[in-house]
């Protein structure tokens, strides 16, 4: 029974020193802070304007397409076997490089996404890193994420916002 206890009080001495050494954990409304860089609002219209850009293109190169098919298909009763077998042939290649077009669009705007917002997630967790030293937070958790159960502790969003000179 006399280790029984003793085994107690070491339990209940590391819980206390564990307890005594609370960590901070601050939340921050990641998306608002984004959505408030001039950085990331100029990344946005860019990206934007690349991929109107783009999908003009695609959208001149498919309604050309549709144009040659309508025709194809209605004089095609008129048009020997051959002259129709090159057709449908033309038609197909016509589809491909059109859906290569939307694919390689994609690409490049994936990577344009990542040029571009690649100087504006370092700059934000630079700040990040900066206000959680400054305030000895042990963690920081995104609002937004469905990752965060509880929000009961101080809010980063203002002092990040502050850091990058967004208040």
């Known amino acids: 029974m006399k280790k029984l206890s003793v085994l107690f009080g070491a339990v209940m001495m590391f819980v206390s020193v564990g307890m005594a050494k609370a960590q901070k954990i ?21 990206l934007k304007a690349f991929l109107d850009v783009k999908e003009a293109e695609i959208k001149k190169k498919t309604d050309a ?40 669009a994609q690409k490049d705007l994936a990577e344009k996404e990542k040029l571009a917002y690649a100087p504006i997630e370092k700059k934000v967790m630079d700040a990040v890193n900066k206000v959680a030293k400054a305030n000895s937070y042990d963690y920081i958790m995104d609002t937004n994420s469905t990752g965060l159960i509880y929000k009961g502790g101080p809010d980063a969003t203002a002092a990040v916002k502050k850091e990058l000179g967004l208040q």
């Open 26 to 46: 601050a939340t921050l409304d990641l998306v608002s802070v984004l959505n408030a860089m001039p950085e990331k609002k100029k990344a946005d219209t860019d």
């Open 65 to 104: 397409m549709q144009t040659k098919y309508a025709l194809y298909t209605k004089e095609a009763p008129s048009k020997t076997e051959a002259e129709n077998k090159v057709r449908q042939e033309e038609m197909q290649k016509l589809q491909t490089e059109a859906q290569q077009m939307s694919e390689r």
